[in-house]
């Protein structure tokens, strides 16, 4: 669909800024397609989408392609770099006052002040986007921030408090329908549990999330589950 979208825009007659943004919102649209199975095409349909943007002016559509791109850049493992897209970001949304991309950009930042070991920042910048979520009544949202705090917990040592928000997030996400999403806080759940010694309902969990993820086709899902099978069947000897 996406390429019959970008095969109709090519036609010359529809060379306007409505033609422009619709191009511009197919590639970062594509982008979101590829980027758990090719992340340097979707860098590359990322970044036509964040061109075209900028160059209608259009404060919007950026600030959703530099959230877009940051993702796909700490995901390579640049940090700093992901960090400014993610800051450029979240400045574009609080002055279109955009509370949802807020919301979403506060949990961003605070991924990778995880990944670069400042689970303390981490911890405050998510419990800010958890109130937002709320204001906004954004379930999905409130799933993700939990689960995001779930884990940053583990990091924090504080294993036992890690468990009522990610099994909030669970709840929450099999109540959406979204299982792979549910998955990722059972995969949490089995490394908090692992980490309090309870190795076989750590391997519980984690062989359920792992079986959700072959459903859906996450590899990445799959990889962590695996990890973390390995680790509690090293704790039960």
Known sequence: LLQKSLALLDDPNLAG???????????????????????????????????LYQALADSWGTA??????????????????????????????????????????????????????????????????????????????????????????IWLGKFAEALAPLEESKALYENLGLRDRAAFSVAMLAAATLHLGQYDTALTRARLALTEFEKVGSRRGRGYTMLLMGWAQSGTG
């Not at 800024?17 to 594509?30: G, K, M």
């Not at 919301?103 to 981490?122: I, M, T």
């Open 17 to 51: 800024p409505e033609a422009r943004a619709a191009r511009a919102f197919t590639f970062l649209q594509w982008g979101e397609i590829n980027r758990e199975g090719d992340r340097q095409t979707a860098r590359h349909q990322y970044e036509q989408s964040l061109a």
């Open 64 to 153: 959703n392609t530099l959230a877009s791109l940051g993702w796909l850049i700490q995901h390579f493992g640049a940090y700093d770099e992901a960090r400014h897209l993610y800051s450029e970001s979240l400045t574009r949304r609080q002055l279109l006052e955009d509370r949802w991309g807020v919301a979403n950009s506060l949990l961003s930042l605070a991924s990778v002040s995880l990944y670069q070991c400042h689970p303390n920042e981490a911890e405050q910048l998510i419990r800010q986007s958890i109130n937002l979520h709320q204001e906004l009544n954004d379930r999905a949202g409130i799933a993700y921030s939990l689960s995001k705090l779930g884990e940053t917990l």
